[in-house]
């Protein structure tokens, strides 16, 4: 099919290009992404696009909200309790890195202001201070559950789950004794967890400061 020329309908709307982008980048990774490649499979002038999104800064955005908006779609209401509603979030947040994991790292280098994005931290926020945590707690727990998410996330997606690391025991013999029980990394069951772990320490915060220390 040839290439429609600038100005001609090509039936696209900014939704439309974000997913095709989307597409794209889970296929040949997000270093070979440009507009033009895009274009080309679009079948579209590149000027086309920038008639929809204006730049290839706000593609990426709108790459990051399409995963995030899929995301969601699914997801259903979030369930009763702060608790739940975060590990709620952190799974599903998982499993979008999964399924994408050459977009994954535009969701960690790229501020997420999109509605969706705002929609899910405003859920996890409101169960929070539904709960009664300190606000100082509240106001922490969104850097404090995504630094983990996306820094594990990173570190996992391409690993090989289910190995433990190689260690020298003559060199590193603390280390080396814990590295068995390190033996389920990448996996759902590890993954757990930690998020336990992170879950954890916001709920001993907030009794720490509820008891004034």
Known sequence: ???????????????????????????????????????????????????????????LDAMSEAVLVEMMSGAGDPPGGWVETARWIAQHYRDLAYRHPEVFPLLV?????????????????????????PDRVVADAPMTLFGFLNGYLLAVLNGQPGTSPAVDPAAYPALASVTPLQHDYGTATEFDRLLDTVLAGLGARAANLAAGR
């Open 1 to 59: 099919m040839a290439r429609r020329t600038q100005g001609t309908s090509a039936g696209l709307d900014r939704g439309k290009i974000a997913r095709a982008a989307v597409a794209l980048v889970d296929r040949d990774g997000l270093d070979r992404f440009g507009v033009r490649r895009l274009a080309q499979e679009l079948e579209v002038d590149p000027m086309s696009i920038y008639h929809h999104v204006k730049g290839k800064a706000a593609l």
């Open 109 to 133: 280098t790229r501020a997420q202001l999109n509605p969706v994005a705002l929609t899910a931290l405003n859920q996890l926020v409101d169960a929070m201070r539904t709960a009664g945590l």
